[in-house]
C-alpha cells in the first residue's frame, strides 16, 4: 500500500491502481460458510468439485502418504529435512523462552501463568501455482513443538494428488490427519470437525483472498494466526551494497506476482539507477511463467526510494512497516538495534529472504500491510494458552477485600462488593470485618 514519505525522493514509484474492492469476496466467503454449516461434508464436496474440480478422496490415508513419499529423491528429502531440523530448532527455543511461573505479589497472595498447548490446529498449505513444501514445514512444525497433540493438514489437489515433497513434508513435520481440500472448503472443514477429524481450535498458514477472508470470518469462534494480505518486501541499502545482490532479492520477491510490493531505500543515488537498470534483464532471464509474474509485480508495486542519510532510511522502514526487512548496509549492529518495524528482519548480504522462506529457521508466516507496526509473525506462542490463577490465603483476605469492595461500589457494581464483603467477615479479622468504601 502506498505510505507518505515527504523525506523521500521516489525515483520509481508504485503504479496508480484503482482500489480493489473485498465486497465480492466477502459475500462468496459467507455464503459458502453458511453453507457448509448447514450442509456440512456434502457440501465441502460439492464446492471441491465445482471450484477445483476434486472429487476425492478427501483424506488422504496413510498408505497414499506413504507411496508418494517413497518417490521423493532421497536428495530432496534430505534438504527438506535440513530445513526442517531448523525450524524445529528454532521454534524450540522460541517455547523455551516462555515459562511458567509464581509469585507471592503480598504476604499471602499468590498469582501465576500456567502454558496450555491448544488441543487441534489446522495448518493450510496453499496449493496453485507453486507445491509450498516450506509452508508445511513452519505451520505443523511449530504447532508440534508447542505441544499441539493433533494436528490437521489441508492443502488442494494437483492434477488429482498433493505433490508428494509436500506430502514428504507434512508427514516429517507431524500431520495427523491431511485433508486434499483447498479454499475456503478447507478452512470450513477444519474448522468443523469434517472428514473425521476433530474440529480445529486453530487455523494457521497463508492463503490466496478466499482462504485469508474465510479466516477473518470465522475468528472468534476458531482462532486464526493473523489476517495477512499480499506478500510484501523492503530492502535498505547503501553504498557498500551489490547492485547485482540487490536487484535479484527485489526480483526473487516480485516472483510472488502483481499484488506484492518490492521496495528499495536507500541513500546512495549510483546504485539505485544501477538496480533499476539491471532489473528488466534479470526479469527476462527468468521462466517464461516466472518473469511474467516478476514483471508485473515490478511494473506495478516495485518501488525505489532515495534519502538522505541511514535515519532517513530506518525512518522509512518503520513507515513502511514490511513483511520483509532485508539490510544490505554497513553496522548491522546498528540496524538490529535501531529497526522496530518488521515481520521478519535480514541482516546482510550473506543472507536472503529466500533463506528465510524456505530453510533458515524464523517462521515465514508473516504479518502484511504495515500489520508489523503491531504483530510479529506466527510463532510456537501461538499455539500456547497463556492462562493466570491465584490464590488468596485467609493474611491476605482483609486488605484485598475491602480494595475490591471500594473499587467496586466506585463502579456501582453492588454485587461485586458484597462477595468482598462476606470475605471481610470471615477472614479479614475486626478491622477488616467493618463495612469497606
Do not use: C
Amino acid at each position: 500500500m502506498p505510505v507518505d514519505l515527504p523525506f523521500a525522493t521516489a525515483l520509481k514509484r508504485l503504479a496508480d491502481a484503482a482500489p480493489v474492492s473485498m465486497r465480492d469476496v466477502s459475500d462468496t466467503v459467507q455464503i459458502m460458510l453458511a453453507r457448509i454449516a448447514g450442509e456440512g461434508e456434502n457440501a465441502v464436496r460439492h464446492y471441491a468439485k465445482a471450484l477445483d474440480g476434486h472429487s476425492g478422496p478427501y483424506v488422504v490415508p496413510p498408505e497414499e502418504i506413504a507411496r508418494a513419499v517413497a518417490t521423493v529423491p532421497e536428495e530432496v528429502r534430505a534438504r527438506i529435512r535440513y530445513a526442517h531440523e531448523n525450524i524445529r530448532a528454532f521454534a524450540e527455543a522460541q517455547r523455551a523462552s516462555l515459562r511458567e511461573f509464581e509469585t507471592e505479589l503480598r504476604p499471602g497472595l499468590m498469582a501465576g501463568q500456567r502454558v496450555i498447548p491448544l488441543d487441534v490446529a489446522g495448518a493450510y498449505v496453499p496449493g496453485g501455482r507453486y507445491a509450498h513444501v516450506a509452508s508445511a514445514l513452519m505451520t505443523i512444525t511449530t504447532a508440534r513443538v508447542a505441544g499441539v497433540p493433533h494436528v490437521i493438514a489441508a492443502s488442494p489437489a494437483r492434477d488429482g494428488a498433493i505433490p508428494a515433497p509436500v506430502l514428504f513434508a507434512m508427514q516429517l513435520a507431524g500431520a495427523d490427519t491431511v485433508l486434499m481440500l483447498g479454499g475456503v472448503q478447507a478452512v470450513a472443514a477444519m474448522a468443523g470437525g469434517l472428514f473425521g477429524a476433530p474440529p480445529a481450535d486453530i487455523i494457521v498458514g497463508p492463503g490466496n483472498a478466499f482462504v485469508t477472508e474465510a479466516k477473518r470470518q470465522i475468528f472468534g469462534s476458531v482462532g486464526i494466526d493473523m489476517v495477512a494480505g499480499p506478500t510484501d518486501t523492503l530492502i535498505l541499502a547503501d553504498r557498500t551494497a551489490d547492485p547485482d545482490f540487490v536487484a535479484w532479492d527485489l526480483i526473487g520477491q516480485a516472483e510472488h506476482g502483481e499484488t506484492s510490493p518490492v521496495r528499495l531505500v536507500t541513500d546512495h543515488a549510483p546504485l539505485a539507477e544501477a538496480v533499476m537498470a539491471r532489473s528488466p534483464a534479470l526479469i527476462a532471464s527468468l521462466p517464461e511463467a516466472n518473469a511474467a509474474a516478476a514483471a508485473a509485480a515490478w511494473a506495478a508495486l516495485g518501488e525505489v526510494l532515495l534519502v538522505t542519510s541511514r535515519e532517513d532510511m530506518a525512518r522509512a522502514a518503520d513507515v513502511i512497516a514490511p513483511e520483509h526487512l532485508h539490510v544490505q548496509a554497513a553496522d548491522l549492529e546498528y540496524w538490529r538495534a535501531r529497526l522496530t518495524a518488521y515481520g521478519a528482519l535480514f541482516l546482510g548480504e550473506e543472507t536472503t529472504v529466500a533463506f528465510g522462506d524456505k530453510a533458515a529457521g524464523p517462521n515465514h508466516v508473516l504479518p502484511t500491510e504495515r500489520a508489523a507496526r503491531y504483530t510479529g509473525g506466527l510463532s510456537v506462542l501461538k499455539f500456547l494458552k497463556v492462562v493466570t490463577w491465584h490464590r488468596a490465603r485467609p493474611e491476605a483476605v482483609g486488605e484485598l477485600a475491602q480494595a475490591t469492595a471500594a473499587i467496586s461500589r466506585l463502579e456501582g457494581m453492588e454485587g461485586h462488593a458484597r462477595t468482598a464483603d462476606i470475605r471481610i467477615a470471615r477472614y479479614g479479622g475486626a478491622e477488616g470485618a467493618r463495612r469497606s468504601g
